[in-house]
């Protein structure tokens, strides 16, 4: 198995992480923007495996092992806040609670 | 015995402490007996040490005990430290002895009233502070003292708060005794730099050793300690505080404006006459503002119809007579006068409270009358109270110290003389006035109801008091009188002997002016019928000659003018122009802050690229 080009794979997590910085500006739907914010998460893990296998050491897994579970108990917070606007709100747009405006 | 020494100002401030810390939790017994029972604790111990030093005295005629050290610095070293010589004991034993009666007349007097353990929580305070003042042993533990008198001062004179009058005369205490307290401490700073030591009985010593006598140096130091006692001790030019300062509750008046605070001047003086036999100006200066206070007291309190200003006045009166004393030399006869004046003063601001318990506070005597049958024990001990003062012959302990002054003054060359002349008839004024509030409170038509009964919380501090009123006289009596010194000989190793006029007739005279005064109060104020008319005369001596009224116009507006106008100048422009800057930023800045979650993650996206695309172009 021929291993991946660094700059290739480093060129796919940029693209991952710009993809899901452009879903959290742009959705407005909170559901959408946490699962945008998740492709991001992961797009910085892809960076991390990727050149954990160009210096053949394991620190980048290690560190994907670590935003994974980042991941994991940012998503159980984020959904339960969701949860709760959506309750309060009955809406899940982002744009329409604002009441912390100063 | 004496190694309980640190108990007798701890032992209050332990109450204060306690007091302070169950605010709102303890009942009011549980109050009373913390306010109370701490000075009475330390009243026994300091009488236990005192029997110890009068049985069996120490060498040198002085306890001295080191707590700690304080400070160590550029070859000045301070310890916080206690000494115990015959003038500190007599102190003491006032402070806690006198202390201790007045705290208990108030756990009465004070029953319902509306911060009940705040009041004890400041007494004790006060009585841990004054103790302090009296026992330490160098000039900066006796200063600590003195600022806390005057803190405890501030805050029982306004202690019915909600009644604005009562804060502004609470300030007005503050302020005035400030600018004395200033003096005070400029000539501590002056002892400290030029003798080297805080130490009151080393300064002494090397003033003695290093400065000759009327040199220029010892007369600053002289008139700045003076100035301290002035303002402590309501004495002119900076009297104008204490007849205010009677806003507070009648104990407070009773232990702090009359028994112990306002005479901690005399003290000061007393303890540092050493340094006043090397600056006779100064001296003769105390012996001067006595003479003109005792009798501008003693005019304004014949003009004043509120009977606790007229003691007030009589307060001052009484304590010019006690730097006359010390102006003329006669240190003996200033803390005799001290002490008694404690107890008879104590004793009529005490028998003043208990009528005006029983009449819902009513404090003119215009509006008392007839008050002899119907308040018996309140009028016994102000009438016994009232004689002291007036120095009754022969029967009074007020007799024997007030003789003590004059006679000192009489034997004091022909500047004496003068100052004799004045005692003299402040003694009539005092007799006139004293009297004046007699007849017309106790006696005549009765014009207020009275209402309720006395507890023997109230009737013991009285009686005690009554008879210390009566005899404490009798520890020292004048050669032509049985000739007892027992008070100057336990003073004899801290305070040089007082001279004493030799022939009989200067007491015989001053005996008559008290007496006279006496009778001609009963001719003038048998009968009181109305208030006397405004006449002018009347309303300058009211006002007490004025000084209230020249104080305002002098100092208090210009300083009010000032800060006034001085508002608005070109410095305090600067600051607005910063204020104004914030401000204008702020409403600006504040658009951001829209609350949108997808504005701020643009934001941060926006801020992160730049940052990297910074750091990579760089």
Known sequence: ?102 | MHELLWLVPTLPLLGSVILMLGAGRLSTRAEAAAGALSVGFAAVIAFTIAGGFLLNPPAGAAYEQTLWRWFDVGGLSVTIGLRLDPLSLVMMLVITGVGFLIHLFATEFMEGEEGYGRFFAYLNLFVAAMLLLVLGDNFLTLYTGWEGVGLCSYLLIGFWWRDPANGLAARKAFIVTRIGDTALLIGLLLIASRLGTLNIAGAMHNAAQSWPAGSPLATLAAFLLLGGAVGKSAQLPLQTWLPDAMAGPTPVSALIHAATMVTAGVYLIARTHALFLLAPAAQYTVGGIGAATLLLAGFSALAQNDIKRILAYSTMSQIGYMFLALGVGAWGAAMFHLLTHAFFKALLFLSAGAVTMRLHHEQDIYKMGGLARRLPVAFWSFLIGSAALAALPLVTAGFYSKEAILSGAWADGSSGRVLWAAGVFGAFITGLYIFRAVFIAFFGEAHTEVSGRYGWRVILPLSVLSVLSVLGGLIELPPALGHVTLLSNLLAPVLPASKEAASVAPLLVASLAGLLGIGLAAVLYWRPARPPAETPLWRFWHAAAGFDWLYDRLLVRPVLWAAREGADDVIDSVYDAIAWTARTLHEHVRRTQNGRVRFYTAGLAIGSISLIAIAMIR
Do not use: K
């Not at chain 1, 198995?1 to 710009?18: K, R, S």
């Not at chain 1, 982002?94 to 009441?99: F, G, I, M, Q, W």
């Open chain 1, 1 to 102: 198995m021929t291993a991946i080009p660094l700059d290739q794979g480093l060129g796919l997590a940029a693209a991952l992480f710009a993809l899901g910085l452009a879903g959290v500006l742009v959705r407005r739907n909170l559901l959408f923007m946490l699962m945008s914010l998740e492709v991001m998460l992961n797009a910085a893990g892809v960076a991390f495996v990727v050149a954990g296998a160009r210096w053949a050491a394991a620190d980048g897994q290690i560190m994907f092992i670590l935003v994974l579970t980042f991941a994991a108990s940012e998503v159980s917070v984020g959904l339960a806040l969701i949860l709760l606007m959506h309750r309060r709100n009955s809406t899940l747009d982002a744009d329409a609670s604002y009441h912390l405006r100063g």
